[in-house]
């Protein structure tokens, strides 16, 4: 047997309950292929599943990490192949488990090249947060113009986290006007180096500071990864026919909502998780990316946001350092 390193979860629990251990290196199944991963990124449903709040899918890798990217080693070719990938091609892919290994299985449909000038580290950093802020941005949250025909804007509620810089990029990118909450002054700089206007939330009333800075029309989309004691503040912040989409809640999954004013204002409220989507479901997103964001990667007009990378034995480290929530862009895993 063929055996790997890879980074169990010992126990629900702190960061140190993530181990080092040897498994079996996985097997790819009809429509899936083998990637001998180069890096890994770490995100917040990692934490969330650690601590036994997030557990893996029916059928998924017991093992954390969403996102790899690598060389591909075998597997199943003979399907709908898209990007015409074959073995020894360098690949970033979207998982539903398994990332936090030497050796990773994903759906082919899920692996995407890596964009030309792009590291294995910095592709890795990409899947989980292109695919989600794609799909819950400009598929959505429908992110485009207005009845005049202007671009509209955005709010993005933690605009430093590794979603947040994505969200800031592409949005401005397509010519949308970003307003972007941070917690302290470097955390602020980085969001208006990409483009945003930023509100440190911790000195700042969000809401008054993009009502002055809108002449009090407000925001068209608002991207909020809060929820909590925020929702009802957001729905007084949105522009007529304003949408807001939830993708996490960090503060809390209960609010008070004024139903008038969502009628009043033609309102709507969204959200969505990505993980347990189909395969098919992510396929499409994975196409629409390769199209509409890939150039923009390898023009140099979006680039993940690096904070910092971990050995891979020092996985309860890196998840330490999301804790504290300290981290500018994205935390990752090298193998």
């Not at 395969?279 to 499409?284: N, Q, S």
Request: hydrophobic share 40%; with cysteine; net charge neutral.
């Amino acid at each position: 047997m063929l055996t790997m390193q890879a980074i169990e979860i010992t126990r629900p629990g702190a960061p140190d309950t993530l181990q080092p251990t040897e498994r079996a290196i996985p097997r790819p199944g009809p429509g899936e292929v083998l990637i001998k991963v180069a890096a890994a990124g770490v995100n917040r449903p990692d934490v969330a599943q650690r601590q036994g709040n997030y557990p893996a899918p029916p059928g998924a890798s017991d093992l954390p990490g969403l996102e790899v990217a690598g060389e591909l080693v075998e597997g199943d070719f003979g399907g709908d192949n898209p990007f015409g990938l074959k073995p020894g091609d360098a690949v970033c892919a979207l998982l539903t488990g398994g990332g936090y290994a030497q050796y990773a299985v994903a759906p082919l449909l899920q692996c995407l090249p890596v964009p030309k000038g792009l590291t294995l580290i910095e592709a890795a950093a990409l899947p989980e947060n292109y695919f989600t802020v794609w799909s819950n941005l400009f598929e959505r949250g429908r992110l485009g113009t207005t009845a005049r025909g202007t671009p509209e804007s955005l709010l993005v509620q933690g605009g430093s986290s590794g979603i947040g810089v994505t969200a800031i990029q592409l949005a401005r990118a397509f010519g949308h006007r970003v307003f972007a909450t941070a917690g302290n002054a470097e955390k602020c700089a980085a969001c208006e180096k990409l483009g945003a206007h930023a509100i440190n939330y911790r000195e700042q009333d969000f809401v008054a500071e993009v009502q002055q800075h809108t002449d009090g029309s407000g925001v068209d989309l608002i991207l909020d990864m809060v929820a909590g004691d925020y929702v009802a503040r957001e729905l007084g912040l949105l522009a007529q026919e304003g949408r807001l989409v939830f993708i996490a809640d960090l503060g809390g999954k209960q609010a008070n909502i004024d139903v008038l004013l969502i009628m009043q204002r033609r309102l709507t409220i969204t959200g969505s998780t990505l993980r347990s989507r189909s395969i098919e479901f992510k396929a499409a997103l994975a196409r629409q990316l390769h199209k509409q964001v890939w150039p923009l990667l390898e023009s140099g007009k979006a680039r993940p946001v690096i904070h910092q990378v971990f050995p891979a034995r020092e996985a309860a480290k890196a998840h330490a350092l999301m804790e504290t929530s300290a981290h500018i862009g994205k935390i990752m895993l090298q193998w």
